[in-house]
Nanobody
């Protein structure tokens, strides 16, 4: 059974930083993708960032580019999202996703972790 477990969310003031972790078990994704999405109250879930295979290829939403950094440790089957210069509009539930393929829909999702940024 595949599980993705997020951690590291919390409450932070604007301008602060948080680091999210996503630990995968039950399957390895070293040759696939791991990504982060978020969903704010009343809004649709949106893409935040993704990392492919060894981590050399990353993609970011325009709203977080330059502030967030995605990385992965394949030995630990874990992905990370370093979030700096946080803004109140970054407040959302952040979800980790993973798939063995590097294209298409993500097959596996975590339960989410709350990130709240106060003004």
């Amino acid at each position: 059974q595949v599980q993705l477990v997020e951690s590291g969310g919390g409450l932070v003031q604007a301008g602060g930083s948080l680091r999210l972790s996503c630990a995968a078990s039950g399957r390895t994704f070293s040759n696939g993708r791991m990504g982060w999405f978020r969903q704010a109250p009343g809004k649709e879930r949106e893409f935040v960032a993704s990392v492919i295979r060894s981590g050399l290829i990353t993609n970011y939403a325009g709203s977080v580019k330059g502030r967030f950094t995605i990385s992965r440790d394949n030995a630990k089957n874990t992905a990370y999202l370093q979030m700096n210069s946080l803004k109140p509009e970054d407040t959302a539930v952040y979800y980790c996703a993973a798939d063995e393929d590097i294209v298409g829909q993500y097959s596996y999702w975590g339960q989410g972790t709350q990130v709240t940024v106060s003004p």
